[in-house]
Every structure is written in structure tokens, then in C-alpha cells.
């Protein structure tokens, strides 16, 4: 898919039908389930809303074809680049040039009244205004020199020349009228709208358009900012707590696994002579979710740790039997912290500052955490309880101490391990996964929400979900 | 409602006391057009359940409204036979030849008919309501597809018994559960979320036309201010109207510390939440001005 797009080549059969079809399948590549059943849909939707109203158009497909949350995001994503492209291809085809008429109205205006109704559209979210003035600036600013060639680049430079800036916006001296702020939002508006004019400037230039590419994998994975998907978190771990409390629920009344309680069944036979006619069960105890998690917080998980410090702080909110350690080269409980603090970024200041689990040098050993985890709570362990371990199994040359995993795993009920890595960097390098991952009921890559419920659907018994 | 447009639709909603939004409108307007379930998805207390008691006032339907939770089955969300009186028939029958009574005590006489039956039979068009739809389990869910895609039961001793007009029906689901493919591919998709300071505030004088307009403003501003911070349960559209008829009754004039502390408790709803939203908010907001003297 992301072979460069020829002007000609690219152009398809004509037809909004086409152009659509194109856009399911960019949203398939990207993992939305769009089904044929979907696209009918959608299609009938659009039989009923004008074509000419961005937004109608827009929210009928989306209604229709984007069925989570999630999907609804890289819907936006790509409806933008996916129509914007097309719009652009059928401009190159049909040899549109905008640049002449657009010129004409350049340079004849000054620049502070061009700010000053920059900040007013801004302020009023025209986004059609937002546009042209967006053109403006271009023209304005952006012709000397044919600017850097990097959109990113330009789109600060306009902005600074316009004096635009989030927030408290220090006045200019000699303008006494009081400006309203213009907060970050709007701002980004505006700069969307420059981004989107450079480069359908840079297209017209070289009539060529730039060579599509998949979103970045970061665009949409794991989430580093602790604020931002942290709600992402604790709605996967909401789900695995329903999941973990209904499990037995499920198997009530279809006598899945139940094992007979002979004394009673031979005490009810007595009734009918002696004849077992009427089975009695043992009674199903529900599992007590009582849940071990073990938190690798040292550097070479750096980035994923905020993602599991999230975990941790979701689970905490959701199981009240749980104990939470974190662990670089020991380990450290940090029960205490997640119970009566609420907010995320103090927690995580709290650990790195007490927990104390760095010794000397600050590298995982996994060894010997395992040695003071059983030491400190091997009796407290029984089958009934969950152990979760979040680490990636790095060992940095030091004993993996394999056999005390298998007794930790020995004495919990279920083990689990979640790996902030790939699967395919498992056992490369210093990594010792397959030593543990033999104990472990299940390992699992874990480094987007996605793969979190993924987990969530297995320990709850569902089937994995495809990838 | 005339459903000739979009906008239409709108109107006919603002009429019946909700200020859809464009897609909610839109949404609203392709159920009807396109005779699909809605899915409404969103957090708590945006007003999903509102949306389909709206549609139901403002397209003159009634609302047929079935409340999911854990446990719910067939017997309580379909049909029920009427064991009881098929019990009195057979005994008041006394020589009757079984074929006889067998065909009777199978007849629509003796069924109970639960919210999802009464949709489907009702002769008037309705609005369904499934409320909560997650707090069911996937077997349920996968009960419901039939309902969806066909608008029809099929009931083993009767046959099946589809719907004579076509009923609206909107679902709602708080995603604390993933629902099935299967069932969201039947429906359209529609997320509401916290509305914006604008249209927040419109919904708010819509509610309590006395509530001054700056205060209004006031209140919703404080509101997203809370929404803003990490809580376990944000304050809903609901606790805002709440919130604004408690400032009315209070005679207050403006929201500073005193009041905010006084009423918060409308809001905020948690022990820690409290907290929080104390020291987070309740120090951003004006002393109450002393009276002079």
C-alpha cells in the first residue's frame, strides 16, 4: 500500500461510489472492522443526507461505519487525508491551478489588519474564514523564498509572524482594547488549516501528491501521557473486573466442571432405596479475586511503566483485594500509595521518590525479586489468588532464578504475565521470557489498550482477539 | 415530527426539550429514514436515555423501555407463557380431549407479553428503549439480533410474529462492557459526550429559564472545570440542571466559595471526589462578600 502515488496512476475509476469503497478499505488497513453490511449501509445513509454539507456527509458515514470510540478516531484521522488527497488528485488531473488568482490579493494587505482578522475568525471558529485567511498568510508570508519546503516548519513561522499565541496573549503595547486569549484549541484549528493549505501549495507546485503512508503506529498506541488514555485504561479494567465478577455467574446452572458430593448423594438415594437417582453437587465457590500485581519500573521499560502505573492505579480502583508491588532490583509493596492517593501524577512522583527499589545499579533482577517476593508473601499465596506480573523479562545477565518463579507460580492460582514488548523481541538479547513464560497460565504482549483487553477477553475466558 | 430533514429533526427534539447536537440529530434522523437501531454510546450522565424519551415526545410514540441488567432473560424481556391460567384451563376443561387443549393453552390468550413482545406487537408505532445494554451477557445480546435485523420473534408454539410498523429503537451501553460485532454491525453508532460550555449552558436555561444568564454561565464553567479533573464520577448533564434549580432555590446570586461548598454535594458525589473538587476548585472561587457594617 504505501508506494508512492503517481499523478495518473493513482487516479481509479471516477465516482463518489469508487472513491468510497477506497476509504473502507484504507480504514480496514488500519483495523477498523468495516463490513460489506456496513458499506450497504452506508450507502442507503447517504441516499438520505445532502452531499454538499461537509458534516452531514461526514457524520452519516461515521454513524454507519465507525462502531466504537476507537474507530470513530481513525475515522477523523483518515476521513481528512483520505478526501482531501482524492480532492487533490482530481485537481492535478484536471490541471486546476489556484496559485494565480490567489496572488492577486496577496501582498496588498497589510499585516496587521490581516492579524487582526486572523484573531477574530479564530475567536469565532468560521472555519471557512479560518481558511481563506489561512490562504492569505501563505500568500503573504510564505512566497519569499518559496518558504522551507517543511511544512511544520512553515506553519510556525507564519504563526509567530502573525504574533499568534495559546493563552495569555501579551498585548501589543500601542493596542489598548483588551484581546480575548484565544485558547490552545482554537489555535490548533487555525493551524490545521495552514497545515492543510501548505500542502495542497506544495502539491500544486510539484503535482505530485506525497506518497501515503500508514498512521504511525504511535498515533494510536501506547499511551505515554499519563492523563490522555488514561480513561482508555481504566475502561479495559472495568471491563476485566466485570468479566473476573461474573465468571461465576456464568457457569451457574449448566453444571460446567461441577464436581458430585458423594455423601449427599448417598444420603438422598435413601429415599429411593438406595438408587442414586438424584445427584447432588458440591457447591461452586466463586473465585475471591485476590490479585498479586508485580510492577517492573526500571529504565528499560521506561516508557511502558507509565503505562503500567496506569494499569496498576485502574486495578486499584476496581479490586478491593489487591496488592500491588513494584520492583526494579527488589521490591517494594505500594499498596499504601495507590489507596489513598486518587491522583495519577502524584502517585507516580510517590514511587520514584519512596519507593526505594533501586539498590546499586539500578538494573532489574529478577532473581532475586522473585526470592523476596516469596520470602515476604509466600504464605499469604493460595489458589485462589492471581499473580500478575508487568515486566519484560530482562535480566541484564543476572540469575533468572527460574525454579522460584515456578514455586511463586506453584503456590498462586493463576499467573499471568504481561510484556511491555513485541513478541518478537522476546529471548533477543538478555531477555529470559521463555524461562518464565513455561510457569506463567498465560503471557501476553501488552503495550496498547488494545492488547490490555485482549487479556482482559482471555482471563476472562473469551477468545483472543484477532490482531 | 415531520422528518423531512436534519434540521427538522432537530427542531422537533428542541421542542420536546432536547438540544440534540449536529450528530445526534443526524443520527435521530437516519434511524427513521433507514428504520436501523440506534446505539448510543457514552460516559455516564449525558443524556443517552434522554435522547430516545425525546424522540418518543417528539415523534407522539410511546416508549416501550426495557432495562437490561445481569441476569436478565428471555422470560422477562420477551414472552412469558401464563402458566398459571393454562393450569386453571386445563383443570376447568375437565373431559375436554388433550388435542383440544393443547392447542388452546398455546394461544396468544395465554402470553405474557414482556417490553420487547409489546414493541414488536404494539399496533401504534413505538420507540423501544433497551437501556444498558452491557450490563447484559453476550447470550442475551445475541437473543436480540433477530429483534434487530428483522423486527420479528419467532415464538415455537406460535410461529413468528413480526412487527406490523416499525418501531424506533435506541440502545444504550455505558462500554463498560465490548459489545458484539454481530450487534453493532446491526445498528448505527452514535457517541454522545459531555456537551460543550455553549451548548451546556443552553441546556441549562432550557431547563430553568429563571436562572440568570451569568450565572448560567457561571455554573457551566465550574462544571467543566470538575469534569476536568480526574473523578471517579464526573458530574452529569442531569446534576448541572440539578445543580441550577438548587441555586435558584437558594436564591443565590453568584456561585463564590460559600455557596460552592454549600451545594456541592448536588455535583460531586464521592467521599474522595469531594475532596478533590474542594481543593481543586472550591480555592479558585471568590470569598463571599461580606455585607458591610
Given at each position: 500500500m504505501p508506494s508512492p502515488y503517481g499523478p495518473k496512476a493513482e487516479a481509479g475509476p471516477p465516482g463518489l461510489a469508487a472513491k468510497l469503497l477506497g476509504f473502507c478499505e484504507e480504514l480496514r488497513s488500519e483495523g477498523v472492522a468495516v463490513g460489506t453490511s456496513e458499506i450497504l449501509d452506508a450507502f442507503a445513509a447517504l441516499e438520505q443526507v445532502p452531499w454538499t454539507s461537509q458534516d452531514d456527509f461526514r457524520e452519516a458515514l461515521a454513524a454507519t461505519i465507525a462502531k466504537s470510540q476507537e474507530d470513530r478516531r481513525l475515522f477523523e484521522l483518515l476521513f481528512e487525508r483520505w478526501f482531501f488527497r482524492s480532492a487533490e488528485a482530481a485537481a492535478i488531473e484536471r490541471g486546476i491551478d489556484e496559485t494565480a488568482q490567489r496572488q492577486a490579493g496577496g501582498d496588498r494587505l497589510d499585516i496587521d489588519e490581516l492579524r487582526e482578522q486572523v484573531r477574530q475568525a479564530i475567536i469565532e471558529g468560521n472555519e471557512g474564514e479560518m481558511r481563506d485567511l489561512a490562504r492569505l498568510a501563505i500568500a503573504a508570508f510564505g512566497r519569499q523564498g518559496e518558504g522551507s519546503g517543511v511544512v511544520g516548519v512553515d506553519v510556525q513561522r507564519i504563526r509567530r509572524t502573525l504574533g499568534l499565541s495559546a493563552g495569555t496573549q501579551a498585548p501589543?503595547?500601542?493596542?489598548a482594547a483588551e484581546q480575548v486569549p484565544i485558547d490552545r484549541d482554537q489555535l490548533n484549528r487555525f493551524e490545521r488549516h495552514l497545515r492543510r493549505e501548505l500542502e495542497r501549495d506544495l502539491i500544486e507546485r510539484t503535482s505530485t501528491l506525497p506518497p501515503s503512508r500508514p498512521l504511525a503506529e504511535l498515533d494510536r498506541a501506547l499511551p505515554t501521557n499519563p492523563t490522555q488514555d488514561l480513561a482508555a485504561v481504566h475502561r479495559a479494567v472495568s471491563q476485566m473486573k466485570r468479566r473476573l465478577a461474573t465468571l461465576g455467574h456464568e457457569q451457574r446452572g449448566r453444571r460446567r466442571g461441577q464436581s458430585i458430593d458423594v455423601r449427599r448423594t448417598m444420603r438422598a438415594s435413601l429415599e429411593t432405596g438406595g438408587v442414586p437417582m438424584h445427584l447432588r453437587y458440591r457447591p461452586k465457590r466463586p473465585r475471591r479475586p485476590e490479585i498479586y500485581v508485580l510492577c517492573d519500573v526500571s529504565t528499560s521499560v521506561t516508557s511502558a511503566s507509565v503505562f503500567f502505573l496506569s494499569v496498576l492505579h485502574a486495578l486499584h480502583d476496581s479490586f478491593r483485594k489487591l496488592r500491588s508491588f513494584v520492583f526494579i532490583e527488589r521490591i517494594s509493596e505500594v499498596t499504601d500509595v495507590f489507596e489513598h492517593e486518587r491522583d495519577f501524577r502524584v502517585i507516580a512522583k510517590r514511587i520514584s521518590s519512596e519507593g526505594g527499589v533501586a539498590d546499586v545499579s539500578g538494573y532489574t533482577d529478577y532473581g532475586r525479586v522473585w526470592l523476596e517476593f516469596l520470602g515476604q508473601i509466600s504464605d499469604e499465596l493460595d489458589p485462589r489468588s492471581t499473580v500478575i506480573v508487568l515486566g519484560d523479562?530482562?535480566?541484564?545477565?543476572?540469575?533468572?532464578h527460574a525454579d522460584v518463579f515456578a514455586q511463586v507460580s506453584e503456590r498462586a492460582g493463576r499467573l499471568f504475565w504481561l510484556n511491555p514488548?513485541?513478541?518478537?523481541?522476546?529471548?533477543?538479547?538478555?531477555?529470559?521470557m521463555a524461562a518464565y513464560e513455561r510457569y506463567c497460565d498465560g503471557a501476553f504482549e501488552c503495550w496498547t489498550t488494545r492488547h490490555l483487553e485482549n487479556f482482559v477477553n482471555v482471563v476472562a475466558g473469551g477468545v483472543p482477539a484477532a490482531d | 415530527m415531520a422528518d423531512g430533514s436534519v434540521a427538522e429533526v432537530k427542531d422537533a427534539l428542541a421542542q420536546a426539550g432536547y438540544l440534540a447536537d449536529e450528530s445526534a440529530a443526524l443520527v435521530s434522523f437516519l434511524a427513521q429514514r433507514l428504520g436501523k437501531p440506534v446505539l448510543v454510546e457514552g460516559p455516564a450522565g449525558v443524556g443517552k436515555t434522554e435522547l430516545a424519551k425525546a424522540l418518543s415526545r417528539a415523534t407522539d410514540r410511546q416508549l416501550v423501555r426495557l432495562q437490561c441488567y445481569e441476569g436478565l432473560d428471555e422470560a422477562k424481556a420477551l414472552y412469558e407463557w401464563n402458566y398459571r391460567k393454562q393450569l386453571l384451563r386445563i383443570q376447568a376443561g375437565g373431559e375436554d380431549c388433550w388435542e383440544d387443549v393443547h392447542g388452546d393453552i398455546f394461544d396468544k390468550e395465554f402470553l405474557l407479553e414482556r417490553p420487547l413482545m409489546q414493541a414488536i406487537a404494539s399496533p401504534e408505532p413505538v420507540v423501544l428503549l433497551i437501556d444498558e445494554?452491557?450490563?447484559?451477557?453476550q447470550e442475551f445480546e445475541a437473543m436480540l439480533l433477530e429483534l434487530l435485523s428483522d423486527f420479528q420473534i419467532t415464538i415455537p408454539e406460535l410461529g413468528q410474529v413480526s412487527a406490523t410498523t416499525m418501531p424506533i429503537v435506541v440502545l444504550t451501553s455505558n462500554n463498560s462492557r465490548e459489545l458484539t460485532e454481530a450487534l453493532k454491525r446491526r445498528c448505527l453508532y452514535l457517541w454522545l459526550d459531555y456537551p460543550g460550555l455553549e451548548r451546556e449552558m443552553e441546556i441549562v436555561r432550557l431547563h430553568t429559564p429563571e436562572l440568570p444568564e451569568a450565572l448560567a454561565r457561571r455554573l457551566v464553567e465550574v462544571v467543566e472545570m470538575i469534569r476536568a479533573l480526574d473523578l471517579k464520577k464526573p458530574p452529569s448533564i442531569a446534576e448541572s440542571i440539578d445543580w441550577a434549580r438548587t441555586l435558584l432555590l437558594m436564591g443565590a446570586e453568584d456561585i463564590d466559595r460559600k455557596t460552592f461548598e454549600q451545594s456541592m454535594s448536588i455535583i460531586v458525589k464521592h467521599r474522595t471526589d469531594i475532596d478533590l473538587v474542594a481543593e481543586r476548585v472550591g480555592v479558585k472561587l471568590a470569598e463571599p462578600v461580606r455585607p458591610q457594617g
Open positions: 501589543a503595547e500601542d493596542s523479562a530482562r535480566t541484564n545477565g543476572r540469575e533468572p514488548e513485541p513478541k518478537l523481541y522476546w529471548n533477543y538479547g538478555d531477555s529470559v | 445494554i452491557d450490563k447484559t451477557d
